[in-house]
C-alpha cells in the first residue's frame, strides 16, 4: 500500500513569516495535489504538479515537485491568518488509478 | 451552483443502528467517492465508483455499503454502526480522466 506522509503534523506562525511543508512517499508519484481545507469545510484543490522538478507559483504559494518525483513542497511567503488551515497532499495509488489517496495533512495556524 | 450535497450534516446514532449518508452531485461527474477523516489520519477512502452501476472498495470498506444507481447518486449505508464509525465523511466527485476532485461539506457523525 502505497502511504504518504507529511510533516511537520502541526504548525503555528506568526503572521509575516516564512513556512516550508512537505510530502514524501516511497512511490515514485504520477502526479500530486495539494489541498486546503478550512474548519468545517471539505477540501478544495490548489495545484496538481506533474513534472519531475516542475515549480507551480500561485500568489504566495510556491509549489515544487522533487526530480524523482517522489516528494513534494509547499512553501508560503509571508503568511497570513487566512492561510490557516489543514494542508494535504494526494495522489493516484500505484495499484488503482481510480483510487485517490491522501496524505495525514499538515495543520497550520498563522497568528495575527 | 449546487456541486456536491451531503445530507445530513449532523447525526447521532446508537450502536447497532443504521443509517443512509446521502450524496449528490450536478456536475455529470463519472467519479465519485466516500472519505472519512479522523483526527491526525487525514482522509482515508472507504469505497469509491466511477461510473452508474460500478463500486469498489478503497482503504477501509468494512461496516459500509454503496450503490450507484444514477450518475447523480452516490449513497453511503452504514448497517450497524459501532462506535468506530463516530467520523466526519465527505462524499467526492470527479471528471473521469480529471484530476479535480470536488468534496461536499462533509456529515458528523457520531456513534454512541
Known amino acids: 500500500t502505497q502511504l504518504l506522509e507529511q510533516s511537520p503534523q502541526f504548525l503555528s506562525i506568526q503572521e509575516g513569516e516564512n513556512l516550508t511543508v512537505y510530502c514524501n512517499s516511497s512511490?515514485?508519484?504520477?502526479?500530486l495535489q495539494w489541498y486546503r481545507q478550512e474548519p468545517g469545510e471539505g477540501p478544495v484543490l490548489l495545484v496538481t504538479?506533474?513534472?519531475?522538478?516542475e515549480v507551480k507559483k500561485l500568489k504566495r504559494l510556491t509549489f515544487q515537485f522533487g526530480d524523482a518525483r517522489k516528494d513534494s513542497s509547499l512553501h508560503i511567503t509571508a503568511a497570513q491568518p487566512g492561510d490557516t488551515g489543514l494542508y494535504l497532499c494526494?495522489?493516484?495509488?500505484?495499484?488503482?488509478?481510480?483510487?485517490?489517496?491522501f496524505g495525514p495533512g499538515t495543520s497550520l495556524s498563522v497568528i495575527p | 451552483n449546487a456541486g456536491v450535497t451531503q445530507t445530513p450534516k449532523f447525526q447521532v446514532l446508537k450502536t447497532g443502528q443504521s443509517m443512509t449518508l446521502q450524496c449528490a452531485q450536478d456536475?455529470?461527474?463519472?467519479?465519485m467517492s466516500w472519505y472519512r477523516q479522523d483526527p491526525g489520519m487525514g482522509l482515508r477512502l472507504i469505497h469509491y465508483?466511477?461510473?452508474?452501476?460500478?463500486?469498489d472498495q478503497g482503504e477501509v470498506p468494512n461496516g459500509y455499503n454503496v450503490s450507484r444507481s444514477t450518475t447523480e447518486d452516490f449513497p453511503l449505508r452504514l448497517l450497524s454502526a459501532a462506535p468506530s464509525q463516530t467520523s466526519v465523511y465527505f462524499c467526492?466527485?470527479?471528471?473521469?480522466?480529471?484530476?479535480?476532485?470536488?468534496f461536499g461539506e462533509g456529515s458528523w457523525l457520531t456513534v454512541v
Open positions: 456536475m455529470n461527474h463519472e467519479y
Open positions: 504538479v506533474v513534472t519531475g522538478g
Open positions: 494526494a495522489t493516484h495509488s500505484k495499484t488503482s488509478y481510480d483510487k485517490v489517496i
Open positions: 465508483s466511477v461510473g452508474a452501476g460500478i463500486t
Open positions: 512511490s515514485v508519484f504520477s502526479s
Open positions: 467526492a466527485s470527479k471528471q473521469g480522466t480529471g484530476n479535480t476532485i470536488y
